[in-house]
Each structure stands twice: as C-alpha cells, then as structure tokens.
C-alpha cells in the first residue's frame, strides 16, 4: 500500500496539469459564413374543424380564389373551419444553392386549436431585403395531441398550432456571400478572450511561419489565405481542425433565481469571512373552542376562536472560510452545514455584498 502512494500522487500531479484542447472549429466561425432567416405568410388547409376564424383568413382566402380564376361574393362569409393563416419561417444555410431542400416551421397566427392533419400551400419566403429566396408547400408534422370529452374535461400534450414539415421549402436563389474574395480569412471566437485569440494566432503560426496570422481582438484572429477557391476550402479544412487550448473563464457565480440552480466557476476565491445562516419560522394556529357555562350558572355555550402562537428557529454552526479558499472548501463547507439552494444564493449575495466573494455574481 505504501508502495502505491508515490505512484497516485505522480498520477494525481499529472492529472492536475493536462489542459483540455479544443479544435478551432469549435471555438470559433468564419467571418462571412453565416446562415439568414427567412419568414412567410400562408395557408394551411385540410383541417377537421379546427381552423380560425380571423378576418385576415376569410381575406387571404379570397385573394387566393381570385389568382385561380373564382370571385366571392362581397359579404358572403366562407365560413371557413378547416382552413387556418400561419407563419412560416426557415433558417437558410450558408453557400445553400437552388434547389437543395430546407425545414420549416408553421405556426398559427390566428385562433386555429390544432394544425393537425393539415397541409401547407404554396408559401414565398423571404428574407430581409424582401427577395424571396424559397417556397414551401407539404404536409404538417404536428406533435401535439389533445382530447376533449363531453363533460368539458379535456386534456393536452404539446402544442397543437405548431408544426414542421421535414425538406419542406426548396431554395429558389443563393445569398452571394465574400468567403473567396481578398487575400484574409478572419475567425470570429464565439466568446471573446484575449488569451484564446493569441494562443489561436501562434498554434496558426506554428503550422504556416510567423506573421501568417495575428488577432486583431479580444475575438477575431485574421489569417492569409489564397485566392482560389478549391485552395481556400482545403486550406480552411486544415485550418479548423488545429488543436487551441483557451483561456480560462474569469471567476464567475451564476444564480438562476426561479429554477434554483447555482453554478460556481474555477478561480472563484474567498476572503477570510466567518458566515452563520438559520431561519426562522414563526407558525400561527387559528382554531374555535365552545365556552360553556359553569355548573348551573345561567349562560348559553358561545364558540370562541384560540389562537397558538410558536416559534421555531433552526440551529444552524457558524463556519470559518479562511484566506485563499478555493471552490471545493465552499462546496464542503455548505455541504457540511446542509444548506439548500435557497440558502446558497442568499449566502452568496451576503460574500458579494461584504466584499468577500472575489468573483462576478451574475443572476439570471
């Protein structure tokens, strides 16, 4: 057994100083290769009686009717019940060519209970400049579910007026994009760090000489690159793939107040502080007693009401943190005291307030 504590403890040592690497491609995007929302406005039909019955629908249906050929008479209702207005949006991916497929995602804007079993005619989406850069048309995938019984219970799973229809839009134009043009590429950190922007340039360096790439900020790095195109690509290939130990995360505490969870980031450090933390709760009991009259004494029983008043305060030990301590004697001395999450959060605002938690509190 002696003979094993050497062994754990060199194994221990060089645990403590492997530094996790991530691929370039992972940590960052290439500036200019982005996907673009697209959105549009349309009917969905075959409905079982659930469709809306907003005005914008009746209107909507009509000026379809008129495109086919066939005139509503002014002030005649449709009554339409299985024909419902939606939304339509998409996400168009970069260097996305004419006639490839993209899903889609319906949504009722009106008062239509469920988009289920229906079917989505022919849709223009378009982007912000108002081009519109695919169509849409399918059938609905609806995976809510809901129920009604005829005493008026009713029950749901899900959304109903929700759907998507899997390659449901076919691209129609291409959004230009400048990937091949000028003599740079420039990698955009998807979280700015002054220390993973530098370590970024040299591991670049490394691999094509020096000067080859240098970062311009806290968040782009901009590296030389050719001109062709078919090089541009295998060059990026090999560029995405190196390997970039970042820059550890400043001393951070999250508090998400409404689900309760408490997350503690490394270097989180405190200052010598001795914290006590109880509660007190203060219990009060209404209750009625009959008052009756003694012996033979005139008197007619009446009901009183008696109230019980008790206290209860918990013992809680107060806990000494000492210079220098590190997350893992917090997590032991809250563990240790037994505190719940609430408590947690309450001490944490406490240490942030005397100056005693060295670390960006931040409630979400």
Same mark, same amino acid.
């Given at each position: 057994? &002696?003979? $094993?504590?050497?062994?754990?403890?060199?194994?221990?040592?060089?645990?403590?100083?492997?530094?996790?690497?991530?691929?370039?491609?992972?940590?960052?995007?290439?500036?200019?290769?982005?996907?673009?929302?697209?959105?549009?406005?349309?009917? +969905?039909?075959?409905?079982?009686? /659930?469709?809306?019955?907003?005005?914008? &629908?009746?209107?909507?249906?009509?000026?379809? $009717?008129?495109?086919?050929?066939?005139?509503?008479?002014?002030?005649?209702?449709?009554?339409?019940?299985?024909?419902?207005?939606?939304?339509? !949006?998409?996400?168009?991916?970069?260097?996305?060519?004419?006639?490839?497929?993209?899903?889609?995602?319906?949504s009722s804007i009106g008062?239509?209970?469920?988009?289920?079993?229906? #079917?989505?005619?022919? =849709?223009?989406?378009?982007?912000?400049?108002?081009?519109?850069?695919?169509?849409?048309?399918?059938?609905?995938?609806?995976?809510?579910?809901?129920?009604?019984?005829?005493?008026?219970?009713?029950?749901?799973?899900?959304?109903? #007026?929700?759907?998507?229809?899997?390659?449901?839009?076919?691209?129609?134009?291409?959004?230009?994009?400048?990937?091949?043009?000028?003599?740079?590429?420039?990698?955009?950190?998807?979280?700015?760090?002054? =220390?993973?922007?530098?370590?970024?340039?040299?591991?670049?360096?490394?691999l094509l000489g020096p000067?080859?790439? !240098?970062?311009?900020?806290? /968040? #782009?790095?901009?590296?030389?690159?050719?001109?062709?195109?078919?090089?541009?690509?295998?060059?990026?290939?090999?560029?995405?793939?190196?390997?970039?130990?970042?820059?550890?995360? #400043?001393?951070? +505490?999250?508090?998400?107040?409404? &689900?309760?969870?408490?997350?503690?980031?490394?270097?989180? $450090?405190?200052?010598?502080?001795?914290?006590?933390?109880?509660?007190? /709760?203060?219990?009060?009991?209404?209750?009625?007693?009959?008052?009756?009259?003694?012996?033979?004494?005139?008197?007619? =029983?009446? +009901?009183?009401?008696?109230?019980?008043?008790? +206290?209860?305060?918990?013992?809680?030990?107060?806990?000494?943190?000492?210079?220098?301590?590190?997350?893992?004697?917090?997590?032991?001395?809250?563990?240790?005291?037994?505190?719940?999450?609430?408590?947690?959060?309450?001490?944490?605002?406490?240490?942030?307030?005397?100056?005693?938690?060295?670390?960006?509190?931040?409630?979400?």
């Amino acid at each position: 057994m &002696t003979a $094993m504590k050497p062994f754990l403890t060199l194994m221990f040592c060089l645990l403590s100083t492997l530094v996790w690497a991530d691929r370039i491609k992972d940590l960052s995007s290439v500036q200019g290769v982005r996907s673009n929302q697209l959105v549009g406005y349309g009917l +969905v039909v075959g409905l079982d009686g /659930t469709g809306d019955k907003s005005p914008f &629908t009746n209107q909507t249906f009509r000026n379809m $009717m008129e495109q086919f050929g066939l005139t509503i008479p002014e002030g005649e209702d449709p009554k339409l019940k299985n024909v419902a207005a939606v939304s339509v !949006y998409a996400t168009l991916p970069a260097f996305a060519k004419p006639g490839q497929e993209i899903d889609i995602t319906v949504s009722s804007i009106g008062n239509s209970s469920s988009l289920r079993g229906g #079917s989505l005619l022919l =849709t223009p989406l378009r982007g912000a400049d108002g081009k519109t850069y695919a169509v849409a048309q399918g059938s609905l995938v609806v995976s809510g579910f809901g129920a009604d019984g005829e005493d008026g219970s009713s029950i749901q799973v899900n959304i109903e #007026s929700t759907g998507r229809i899997p390659s449901g839009a076919i691209v129609e134009r291409s959004v230009p994009n400048a990937f091949s043009d000028g003599d740079h590429l420039t990698f955009n950190l998807h979280r700015s760090d002054f =220390t993973t922007a530098m370590r970024m340039a040299e591991v670049i360096n490394e691999l094509l000489g020096p000067d080859a790439a !240098y970062a311009v900020d806290s /968040t #782009s790095v901009r590296v030389t690159a050719p001109r062709d195109a078919n090089q541009r690509v295998s060059y990026l290939s090999v560029l995405e793939n190196l390997e970039v130990s970042p820059g550890e995360e #400043s001393a951070k +505490v999250i508090i998400n107040s409404r &689900t309760g969870t408490i997350v503690v980031g490394q270097h989180v $450090m405190i200052e010598p502080v001795a914290i006590t933390h109880g509660n007190l /709760t203060v219990t009060i009991a209404n209750s009625l007693a009959a008052s009756q009259p003694n012996g033979l004494a005139e008197g007619e =029983t009446v +009901v009183v009401p008696a109230t019980d008043v008790a +206290v209860d305060q918990e013992l809680k030990p107060m806990f000494l943190f000492g210079p220098t301590v590190t997350l893992n004697d917090l997590v032991n001395a809250v563990n240790a005291v037994g505190a719940a999450p609430g408590d947690l959060m309450a001490i944490l605002e406490a240490l942030k307030s005397a100056g005693a938690l060295k670390a960006e509190l931040i409630v979400i």
